[in-house]
């Protein structure tokens, strides 16, 4: 879509949404990803929000509410919830 219907049909909220949303999410952030897994391989120690921009929303992202607390619900989808729901008695429990 050309930028002159943009600016004459996309409503000024919408943008704020695509803004908010590339700040979260980078252009090309998987590109770099991908190539800062591969320097990784190759003995690279740095962090990887050091060696590319992109990556600094990606790997610092907080997940937190408006209040400043943390949300419940991201526990469900995370590898820590899933290896408590298999441990039983905390002798299965490997965190490392």
């Known amino acids: 879509m050309p930028v002159y219907k943009l600016v004459d ?4 909220e919408e943008l ?19 190539t800062y897994k ?9 962090k990887p929000w050091k060696l590319f921009s992109t990556l600094n929303p990606i790997y610092n992202a907080t997940n937190k509410n408006t209040d400043g607390t943390l949300d419940p ?18 002798d299965k429990l490997d965190l490392w």
Do not use: C, H, I
């Open 9 to 12: 049909e996309m409503p000024y």
């Open 16 to 34: 704020l949404g695509w803004m908010a949303y590339f700040e979260k999410r980078p252009v090309d952030w998987r590109d770099d990803d991908r």
């Open 38 to 46: 591969l320097l990784q391989v190759q003995g690279v120690k740095e």
């Open 73 to 90: 619900n991201n526990l469900k989808q995370s590898a820590m919830f899933t290896k408590m729901l298999l441990a039983r008695n905390g």
